[in-house]
């Protein structure tokens, strides 16, 4: 599966961004989407995870700002960030794993800059 990040950008703090991520090449519905991010100097951090059905988790840090979900008919899986502070600067990389294997893909990445 290939994955194609794209809506980053520059945003002020408090402010909103929505990412998306969209799957070509195999059966969308097949994988389990992430999103992960990396802050310069940082490790890469697993921000949210949006399984095939049910409930979408994430990470403590972006609980009640984050949401994330996707639309199986158009292979896309997106994440609403809402009240963004500066900490939240990071590439933000989408993820696709699928159900019964071990593998991971990753996109390119998309970079968020929370600055005012």
């Known amino acids: 599966v290939q994955l194609q990040a794209s809506g980053g950008g520059l945003v002020q703090p408090g402010g909103s961004l929505r990412l998306s991520c969209a799957a070509s090449?195999?059966?969308?519905?097949?994988?389990?989407m992430s999103w992960y991010r990396q802050a310069p100097g940082k490790q890469r951090e697993l921000v949210a995870t949006?399984?095939?059905?049910?409930?979408?988790n994430y990470a403590d840090s972006v609980k009640g700002r984050f949401t994330g979900s996707r639309d199986n008919a158009k292979n896309t899986v997106y994440l609403q960030m809402n009240s963004l502070q500066p900490e939240d600067t990071a590439v933000y990389y989408c993820n696709a794993r699928r159900y019964d294997q071990n593998y991971n893909y990753w996109g390119q990445g998309t970079l968020v800059t929370v600055s005012s």
């Open positions: 949006i399984p095939r059905a049910g409930s979408t």
């Open positions: 090449g195999s059966i969308f519905s097949l994988y389990v």
